[in-house]
């Protein structure tokens, strides 16, 4: 072990610990979630672009000395290619606002750069996590700039999931175009359409969330480094903030830019809001679906079957047969626990007061937790469940023939109140609108035979 010391006295850390006693300190006092900051490699690596456009900056303005900016870049750089990532063992869910995180950045960055002097751990009179790592910054500009980064950089494997996903959809649509079955509103029997029509609506609704995903996520690009503790960008020397902004943007590739007003840009959530938000709508689309599958697939004897899903594992520790589609009900679990999320994510930004938002760990990892809820969902919706869907063909095409719900088409033709009779006749008797209509002397055959052609009903344009 070796000693470090702070406002609050001394402490032991472990002597091969990158981390130091404001690390060890949230280790002893956040057992909270057994989520930690290493589980999550797109955060730290956001901290590194963080520190190092701070270090860039500093440097530039003469505040920090080339000595140590050369050994802060060799540590982020270092952090970048992911090395190190076992040394950020604090909880995701903290107080503090996020200082545990930030302290644990700097903390590390600190040691390896002290290393790369040829010094000691913990010896940092040569490079200091606080005067040098931290310098021009709080952690209420550098945390939640670091957060935005890091879920900007995780929307995109979320999106390409999600376009993947309407993808394999709008494949299904192909495949199942001359497939002919009966819409439903309101559980009833409605009009005939075809399971491609159906499968169709499933992709179109998906693809529109990933421009929506793409747009809302653009919040994150604007950020409030330079800020400082409330924004008034004390401590900070001039020019940092836009200098910095650029150095961030210029690391990330992305066009990020300085909020407007940093006072306001300190404590305001509304970008998290925003985008958890759009999480949820994804997520309802997406339970819709799987609730529809679910119910496509019901029997197979007394559901409507109307498709197959893949079996992936028996059923029942009592029913020998039975098959559950266990792929839709896993993706309507993670869908519940993202509304949930968003929930707190609300909860959360309300919780705001004065110049800060303390709750912005809870916030992040929130979010963190439903983008790779998602993503995970998503692709194994894909891979285990949509690629394998097949149709009951025949099945569909004999509840067609047989369903009171062809009699619509009649409308047009024999008025509603006789085309309601027709179909109250046939419900009671267990009869067939044609043959009804045809008894009645009503249409001719020919007539009848273009009317209730199903492939007549699909559309307008017949």
């Given at each position: 072990m070796r000693i470090e010391s702070d406002l609050l006295g001394e402490l032991s850390v472990p002597e091969m610990a990158y981390y130091g006693i404001q690390t060890q300190r949230a280790?002893?006092?956040?057992?909270?979630?057994?989520?930690?900051?290493?589980?999550?490699?797109?955060?730290?690596?956001?901290?590194a672009i963080v520190k190092l456009g701070a270090a860039q900056a500093?440097?530039?303005?003469?505040?920090?000395?080339?000595?140590?900016?050369?050994?802060?870049?060799?540590?982020?750089?270092?952090?970048?290619?992911?090395?190190?990532?076992?040394?950020?063992?604090v909880d995701m869910i903290q107080g503090g606002a996020g200082t545990s995180v930030n302290m644990n950045a700097n903390e590390v960055i600190a040691n390896i750069a002290l290393e790369f002097l040829g010094k000691k751990k913990g010896d940092y009179q040569y490079c200091s996590p606080n005067d040098q790592v931290n310098l021009s910054q709080s952690t209420n500009d550098a945390y939640p700039t670091a957060l935005k980064i890091a879920l900007f950089e995780m929307n995109k494997p979320l999106t390409e999931a999600l376009e993947q996903l309407s993808l394999?959809?709008?494949?299904?649509?192909?495949?199942?175009?001359?497939?002919?079955?009966?819409?439903?509103?309101?559980?009833?029997?409605?009009?005939?359409?075809?399971?491609?029509?159906?499968f169709e609506g499933f992709s179109f609704t998906l693809?529109?969330?990933?421009?929506?995903l793409h747009r809302v996520a653009q919040q994150f690009l604007e950020i409030n480094m330079g800020a400082t503790a409330i924004g008034t960008g004390l401590n900070a020397v001039p020019g940092y903030a836009t200098l910095c902004t650029q150095k961030i943007a210029d690391l990330l590739k992305e066009p990020v830019q300085l909020a407007d007003n940093l006072v306001e840009a300190?404590?305001?959530?509304?970008?998290?809001v925003d985008y958890s938000s759009a999480l949820k709508k994804l997520s309802i689309k997406l339970s819709k679906i799987c609730n529809d599958l679910r119910l496509l697939t019901s029997g197979p004897r007394a559901g409507l079957f109307e498709i197959n899903l893949p079996p992936k594992q028996p059923g029942?520790?009592?029913?020998?047969g039975k098959v559950n589609p266990v792929i839709p009900e896993v993706v309507n679990q993670v869908c519940y626990k993202v509304l949930g999320n968003d929930l707190t994510v609300s909860f959360a930004?309300?919780?705001?007061?004065?110049?800060?938002?303390?709750?912005?760990?809870v916030i992040g990892f929130s979010i963190i937790e439903s983008i790779q809820y998602l993503t995970n969902a998503m692709t194994t919706l894909r891979q285990e469940c949509v690629e394998g869907i097949t149709a009951n063909t025949e099945h569909l095409k004999q509840e067609v023939q047989n369903s009171i719900g062809i009699v619509t088409a009649l409308n047009?033709?024999?008025?509603?109140?006789t085309s309601t009779k027709i179909a109250k006749e046939a419900l009671a008797t267990n009869g067939s609108v044609y043959h009804l209509v045809l008894e009645y002397g009503l249409l001719s055959k020919q007539q009848l035979d273009t009317i209730l052609d199903p492939k007549n009903m699909l559309g307008p344009e017949h």
């Open positions: 280790i002893n006092n956040f057992q909270i979630s057994n989520h930690k900051l290493n589980h999550y490699p797109e955060f730290i690596k956001a901290l500093n440097n530039e303005l003469g505040v920090l000395s080339d000595t140590h900016y050369q050994a802060i870049e060799y540590a982020c750089r270092e952090l970048l290619k992911g090395n190190y990532a076992d040394q950020f063992p394999a959809l709008d494949k299904k649509a192909k495949e199942f175009s001359t497939v002919i079955k009966m819409g439903r509103t309101q559980l009833q029997d409605a009009v005939p359409m075809t399971l491609g029509q159906e693809k529109k969330e990933v421009d929506h300190t404590s305001d959530t509304s970008a998290f029942s520790s009592i029913m020998p930004a309300e919780a705001g007061q004065l110049q800060l938002n303390v709750m912005e760990p047009p033709y024999l008025g509603y109140k």
